[in-house]
């Protein structure tokens, strides 16, 4: 089993920032890619970033710019800072990731974010 744990979510006013943060445990070997994705009431299940072991990011056009993804491999954990959020970057965030050894994709809960205009 891996369990991954989403935190950082909440309520901000457009042009604010939040720092999500998304940490594994269970079955961690070694953590191959990790990514973010997140889902607005309605719609589908939408990429937002993703890094690799190596520190390679990629951005979705909708956050280029804005968001800044990273982790610490030490740590498990992987991070979202979100800056001059917008009131269409509201959605659950969801962040998931693959290990070398034990495959995945492995999802976690999901955090809350709601940017108010």
């Known amino acids: 089993q891996v369990q991954l744990v989403e935190s950082g979510g909440g309520l901000v006013q457009a042009g604010g920032s939040l720092r999500l943060s998304c940490a594994a445990s269970g079955r961690i070997f070694m953590i191959n890619n990790m990514s973010w994705y997140r889902q607005a009431p309605g719609q589908q299940r939408e990429w937002v970033a993703q890094i690799t072991r190596g520190g390679t990011t990629t951005y979705a056009d909708s956050v280029k710019g804005r968001f800044t993804i990273s982790r610490d491999n030490a740590k498990n954990t992987m991070y979202l800072q979100m800056n001059f959020l917008k009131p269409e970057d509201t959605a659950v965030y969801y962040c998931?990731?693959?290990?070398?050894?034990?495959?995945?994709?492995?999802w976690g809960q999901g955090t809350q974010v709601t940017v108010s205009s």
């Open positions: 998931n990731l693959r290990d070398f050894t034990s495959g995945g994709p492995y």
